[in-house]
């Protein structure tokens, strides 16, 4: 499943799918991008970051594309489990900036069983 | 237990009450923030410390006040709550690098 910029929060994929979570960037000068993820009644916990000197950075099951010329964001999670619905959200950041990390409105992700 | 801890988890006020969020750390970490988040809006910073003599406001902090007692806590307050601070509030600390670590939030209902 895939839902495209911010104009579709919700996501359902089903269980084993890849899922595909996408997010427009606002700052052109942003070079550090973080995702994190917030499942019910829990704090947001770090996912993965890239910065913005790569364009491609993976994790376990998970893979952080950077697209620097169109301001745009995806994360892609391998073999979708239930364990992984929750709400996903980008942020953005100066390097030099700690105060600046931006967030952006999140996206909700349910796996299908 | 867990290394951010916030107090209360949930409280329900008045408008024109004084409320007082508490957090409080074991990862020792010099850097202390407050975010607010809101259904639809994400999280936004409404103050951070970098150190125990330092205060910064966000992006969102009238109505606010914070406290840095010691490297380990880091208190939020509203000197008179209003109903559009009803929200969930989150402590976050962070070391050198960006990632933040977020307690689990803190739910203030103001009627």
């Known amino acids: 499943g895939e839902n495209v910029g911010l104009h579709l929060p919700t996501l359902s994929v089903q269980e084993g799918d890849n899922s595909i979570i996408n997010c427009a960037y606002s700052n052109s000068a942003s070079d550090y991008f973080i995702w994190y993820k917030q499942e019910s009644g829990k704090g947001p916990q770090f996912i993965i970051d890239i910065r913005s000197n790569m364009d491609k950075r993976q994790g376990q099951r998970v893979t952080v594309l950077l697209n620097k010329t169109v301001k745009h964001l995806s994360l892609q999670i391998a073999a979708t489990q239930p364990g992984d619905s929750a709400v996903y959200f980008c942020?953005?950041?100066?390097?030099?900036?700690?105060?600046?990390?931006?967030f952006g409105p999140g996206t909700s992700l349910s796996v299908i069983p | 237990d867990a290394d951010v801890t916030q107090t209360p988890r949930n409280r329900i006020t008045k408008t024109g009450k004084r409320i007082m969020l508490e957090c409080s750390q074991t990862?020792?970490?010099?850097?202390m923030y407050w975010y607010r988040q809101d259904p639809g809006l994400g999280l936004r910073l409404i103050y951070y410390?970098?150190?125990?003599?330092?205060?910064n406001k966000g992006e969102i902090s009238d109505g606010y006040s914070v406290s840095r007692q010691a490297q380990a806590k880091f208190s939020l307050s509203l000197e008179s709550a209003i109903p559009n601070q009803t929200a969930l509030y989150f402590c976050?600390?962070?070391?050198?690098?960006?990632?933040?670590?977020f307690g689990e939030g803190s739910r203030l209902t103001v009627l």
């Open positions: 410390s970098f150190d125990v003599k330092d205060i």
């Open positions: 942020a953005e950041a100066l390097k030099t900036s700690y105060d600046k990390v931006i």
């Open positions: 976050a600390t962070s070391d050198l690098s960006q990632e933040l670590f």
């Open positions: 990862k020792g970490h010099d850097r």
